[in-house]
């Protein structure tokens, strides 16, 4: 008999009916909820492009059964912003081209919020710190850094207006 799990994904309350409660909240958000910007690299949270905050902590979802998120509020790269608002990190990263195949991007983006939520400042090293647990299969790190360190300066500059 199916089991009903609720949570907040995006600021919108979601609740999903599910036969097995071990179903990884990746699939759930790609399967259930249609929210394909998640992506599925190694299932094996080894990668990172499955990254997702949860309760603002950025955290591997391919593995990570729904049962455990009941409750908490989820942040998926499409509640960063959109093609019409990007978020400060997502104009970053078109202006400075940080990436070739993207795939890795989505997760890199949250691991990178989570950083600058907290460190608004980061240096080259917490940055590189901050996305250690993100593998980009097409070394586009130099890019990538470039645009979270534009991205902090941007978000620094609108703070102080
Ligand atoms: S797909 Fe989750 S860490 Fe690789
Ligand atoms: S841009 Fe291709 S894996 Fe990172």
Not at 1 to 20: E, I, Q
Not at 55 to 61: D, H, L, N, S, T
Request: with cysteine.
């Amino acid at each position: 008999m199916p089991k009903t799990f609720a949570f907040s994904v995006n600021g919108k309350p979601v609740s999903v009916s599910l036969d097995n409660e071990d179903t990884p909240l990746l699939d759930v958000l790609r399967n259930e909820l249609g929210l394909m910007g998640t992506r599925f690299g190694c299932g094996l949270e080894q990668c990172g492009c499955c990254m997702v905050l949860i309760a603002g902590v950025p955290e591997k979802c391919c593995a990570k059964p729904v049962w455990s998120v009941a409750g908490k509020d989820i942040i998926t790269v499409e509640g960063l912003g959109n093609a019409a608002r990007p978020h400060p990190l997502q104009q970053a990263f078109i202006d400075e081209q940080a990436g070739q195949c993207g795939y890795c991007l989505s997760g890199i983006l949250i691991a990178a919020k989570a950083l600058l939520d907290s460190n608004p400042q980061p240096s080259r090293a917490q940055i590189a710190q901050a996305l250690d647990g993100n593998i980009c299969r097409c070394g586009s790190h130099n890019r990538i850094m470039r645009a979270v360190e534009k991205a902090a300066a941007v978000m620094r500059a609108g703070a102080r207006l």
